[in-house]
């Protein structure tokens, strides 16, 4: 509003000495001195013009000063100030006679004002006192056109090195039917801005004046649509308020108030209900995908210059395409610290509630969070946030995290707090887990494997991380589906996007999934994943796997060939060849005390040459008890008719009740097998769907 008195004061003395000149015929080189009087006795700006003035009489009364600049006397700096290359004005001989000059258009050339960016309010900052007009003085004039040609507004802070432009500045003010109506554009960086003013003509002096104004304003780079409506303009001193504050933007509409105190350093207060807030995609900070984070700086510095108190409830918002809502926001700003506080905001099917702060008072700035989630979809959100589309599934969670930098990368680097994360009902996609393991059987994995047509069912999987710098830990990753579980610890490096995990895959009985009462059969071999989150590796936790990953796999099938398969020969010789196992008290081609073999295992096949134990040993007998464990806890108890396994012990082999070891031509007809401790064709299903075989 001061720039707006200096101006008025400015066009008005201008037009009471041409006035004066014309009357009394003073020469042009005097019209700038006793312009310059006039503009420092009515504002107290201190008028300099460095180029010429010219006056000239037909068809009309045309007067030109160049070189203009219009500054506080006291600021030795001048960093407040404004400069015109070009003023020029047209006045009607006619109308001076009658005592009210009608001046038919002004037209300002190259116009740029300067302003100081203040980081603290002054608290006694007194309007500037100058000698008040006697209302019989001033001149009136009516002013049907003023046009302003490439203007700019120049926003700095020399000290910090900041500053700001909006250039471009092209603008169209008329009086018509007592209504002054403005048009123009103008260009912040490189972001077009076009605006539509409309009120009604105030009188002099227009403080304290209440002025409705229709408004509409095009800014793409920061919202969607026009954002157009109506509001009562009062100035108050240095106050702008404004109330009844009412209209659309774009499809959806808005109502509130808002107050400008421009004394000193702004202060902005808003109240807003918004019912659709469809704002644009935020400024490019490059590239957030497998590359890696974003170097390019995020400039805060700005948020120093402005307070503000902020309160915003909005139905629908709309952020680069993501729909969240409703928002109930409620912001402060002051010395450049920002708090923003958020309750039950819906978003991405689910709610979050939290808080921000952001210190930018300084050169680096600091931030910290914390956030509840509920319910939230975590595909897009991951998605968007970390580029990571693996998982969908519903997730939970509770962060509290701090950190600083000034791009993206320094923010995941030096990331430290606490986090816990759940998800619930949902799939891995494009990942088939239990294919996976299988696979690692032969080489190890680069990559996720990932095919479009593969998922893997999820019921649940948990962490807690403890955090930082960028190293987010945990030792309680669980991950429970309904063929698979699987735990594990490590650390997520959120800087360099990167794994260094490891777990233990385990199988599971039945298709319970969550709360099932059967305990699942591991592998023996946990896995390592490490490497980029994009592109990890996988490969069994055993030494020298990736220095010599042929001898290290030939030991891991000589350790667990039952598990696993000879060749691809299937799960039979697992079956068949887990001692005592299936009712078999001894491997085929087993002797007895004399020396005969056992009949007990008809279907087991004997072992190939040189090979003594198909599953290697102790590996093997332990791999059978956990897999006849599990499957006595899926069948019930059978009626035995006199038949029992005893468990071996020291070396013995196990016999039923009655063999006296003679051997398998003088034992009793064998009994037919009992149903407890037959074959379980659910399990050979269960084991047939995870290794394909």
Known sequence: MKALKIAGGLIGAVIVVLALALAFGLPASFLTVAIQDRVERDTGYRLSIAGSASVSLWPSLHATLTDITLQDPKERDGNNRLTIGKLQADVALSSLWSGRPDIGEIIIDKPTLYLLLLRERL???????RASAKPEAALA?????VTVRDGAVVLSNPRDRVENRLEGIGATASLSDGKVKITGTARAGDRPVTFDLTAAAPALPIERQTLPVDFKIDMASAFRGSLAGRADVRLNGPVVMIN?????LGDGDFNGWASVDLASKPLVKVDLDVRRLDLGAPAAQGSAGASGWSTAAIDLRGLNYVDARVKLSATDVVLSGTRLGPLDLEASLAGGLLKATVANLGAYEGQASGEVVIDASTGNPAYAMHCDLVGIRALPLLSSVAGFDKLDARMQGKLALRSSGASQQALMSNLSGSAFLLFQDGAIRGINVAQMIRSLTSNPLSGWQDSKELTTDLTQLSASFQVERGQAATSDLNLVGPLVK???TGTIDLGNRALA???EPKLVMTTEGQGRTSEPIGLGIPVVIDGPWSQPRFYPD????????DAAYARLKQMGQGLFGKDGVGLNNLINGIGGLIGNSAPTGAAGPNGAPSTAAPNAQAPAAGQSDLLGGDLGSAIGNLIQQGLQAAQPPAKSRGRTLVAPQDGAVSRPPGDDGRGA?????????QEGVQDSQPMNDVLKRIFNR
């Open 141 to 145: 004039a009516r002013i049907e056109r």
């Open 665 to 673: 031509a003088e034992a009793a007809p064998a009994e037919p097998l």
């Open 244 to 248: 009844g504050l009412s209209g659309t």
């Open 486 to 488: 699987v735990a594990g």
């Open 123 to 129: 608290r006694d900052n007194a309007p500037r006192s």
């Open 542 to 549: 055993m030494a020298g796997i990736l220095d010599n990953p």
């Open 501 to 503: 995990m490891r777990v």
